[in-house]
């Protein structure tokens, strides 16, 4: 080989020296720009799938609320029917607790009159049960005084009173109580039908009379009549079943 061969040969070396070196050093850089671009990329990426989780729960939430609102709504439209309703029911309350003060001011007054009505009626009646029914009577004067009770409940006392009377007039009882005849008081046996009749008898069934409604006094009955008042007390006492007997009627006077 000559000196001019060799220079030839290495120059030819140092320039594929050269290139190869040349050829490294730009593919070590792509290689750590596309590693640093991947990164990036997945970064990002993330960024991305974290936004995406972020808005999806924020959509879900918002559509949670929005039902709350519509709830509410509802409810409130509910609250508020309820509201009018009791508003309503509150009016009527008021108007009805001044009619009961009007209405307490005429029934007590009323009341008072029914009162002395019936006192007045039992005085005029058949004379049977007096200390009974004059004791009711004067209890009820008593409780219209009272502070402690109602005036509904007033009321309802007489008219209880006026439901026992009319309901003698319904029935028949026998009672003892005591008479005076011929300034002796003796004890006889009394027999009430309805407001028909009211008769008595000894117990010894010697004498029988009955209530003259029309002359309001006391009268003997003849003999006759004994059988059937003792049957007519064993009827009322429920020691015979009911039957028919024959008993005088005075009649009232004309009106």
Do not use: C, H
Not at 198 to 221: A, C, F
Request: proline content about 3%; glycine content about 6%.
């Amino acid at each position: 080989m000559t000196l001019k061969d060799f220079g030839v040969s290495a120059i030819t070396a140092a320039i594929l020296t050269l290139s190869a070196s040349a050829l490294a050093a730009p593919s070590g850089t792509v290689v750590a720009t596309q590693a640093k671009a991947d990164k990036t990329a997945a970064a990002s990426q993330a960024k991305v799938d974290n936004y995406a989780d972020s808005t999806e729960a924020m959509l879900a939430e918002y559509k949670g609320i929005l039902r709350q609102l519509d709830s509410m709504k509802v409810y409130n439209e509910q609250i508020g029917r309820m509201v009018d309703s009791q508003q309503g029911e509150l009016d009527s309350l008021t108007r009805q607790i001044a009619q009961i003060d009007q209405t307490a001011m005429e029934i007590v007054p009323l009341t008072l009159k029914m009162i002395d009505a019936l006192d007045e009626f039992v005085a005029l009646d058949l004379p049977f049960q007096n200390d009974e029914r004059s004791i009711r009577i004067n209890e009820l004067r008593k409780l219209m005084d009272r502070a402690d009770v109602t005036t509904s409940e007033k009321f309802r006392k007489v008219m209880e009173a006026y439901q026992i009377e009319e309901g003698f007039s319904r029935s028949i009882e026998s009672y003892k109580a005591s008479l005076e005849r011929d300034g002796e008081t003796l004890t006889y046996d009394f027999l009430r039908i309805g407001r028909t009749a009211l008769l008595y008898q000894s117990p010894d069934g010697g004498e029988t009379g009955m209530w003259n409604q029309t002359t309001r006094q006391w009268e003997i009955l003849p003999q006759s009549y004994r059988i059937a008042v003792q049957q007519g007390l064993r009827i009322a006492k429920k020691q015979a079943p009911p039957a028919l007997i024959k008993l005088p009627v005075f009649a009232g006077e004309e009106g």
